[in-house]
């Protein structure tokens, strides 16, 4: 009997993987890939150690219900802290310089959709600085935080960018003011912004700090761009990636070559491809055209993250981290990813 289970049980799991998307012959091979987290990964966010790089960290959800949690791994991707339980965090962005308490501190917020709060911690210490939670979309009917980015203006203001499981036709996302309010943090609405397909849902979002645009995906839809800052209004700048991928438009991550150039990459879910557009542009309608189509290793990717930053020995110039099936997160030397956009682009 006990034979027969096994062999039902192979069985099962070769039919479950036969349904993933295959990965190309051709694929990009991560440089590290992470310790597995016991549920489900999902989405992650890179933090810089400016003071020692190669204490720098990877920050990750595990977005099971009632026991995820948040997770960070040091750049050979070990499990060096974590903070659970929560209610199936989602995603994750970071922050730097937040004023806590008089002193500059980085943090980390991340979405607990089954709360409907956002979570701020203080990094590296993944130490919660919010009451139990900050609840979002308290007005609507639609709940169910996913996506979040953080906007960091020229005043030093954060602010968190959330989208939803599901929401209306326009004012799909939410944008939050973080304020400290003795030691811990709370946030003011600020605007309600974003139009919306129907089609499937909005989670991935990105923010381009030193341009001031927010980028989000409207899954199989497009790329959509607005204005990060809430005071230069809600008109939809730009609309992309429509015809590029197979189905879902998924993780965003903006690598940044210098303050005004670099890449936008997105994934496409079905068919472990991440496609590259060009980070510079604004309204013109022939702005981010994609320009390549990377395989990678990592399959039907939800979250991505790139930072061009000097971590050491293998990532002199940067790292690209993307979610993998198989609770994992994969990191890449952000050379492998520029030797295929030169290749492609040529």
Known sequence: MKKIIYLITLATLASCNSKLAPVAENA??????????????????????????????????????????????DLQGKIVNKFYPMDRPNNVDIAYNFNLNGKNTDIAVTTERQKNKIRVFTLPDLKPIDNGGIEVFADSEFKDPMGIALYTNTNGKIYAIVGRKNGPSNEYLYQYELIENNGNVTANLVRKFGTYSGVKEIEAIAVDNELGFIYYSDETVGIKKYHADPEKGNQELAFFGQNDFKRDHEGIAIYKTNEKEGYILVSDQQANNFIVYKREGNQNPHDHKMIAKIPVSTIECDGADAVNFNFGAPFEKGIFVAMSNGRVFQMYDWNLIQTEIDKQSK
């Open 28 to 73: 990009i091979k991560p440089t590290v890939t992470t310790q597995a987290t016991p549920h489900d990964t999902d989405d992650p966010a890179i933090w810089m150690n400016k003071q020692n790089p190669s204490q720098s960290l990877i920050i990750g959800t595990d977005k099971e219900g009632e026991t995820g949690g948040l997770y960070a791994y």
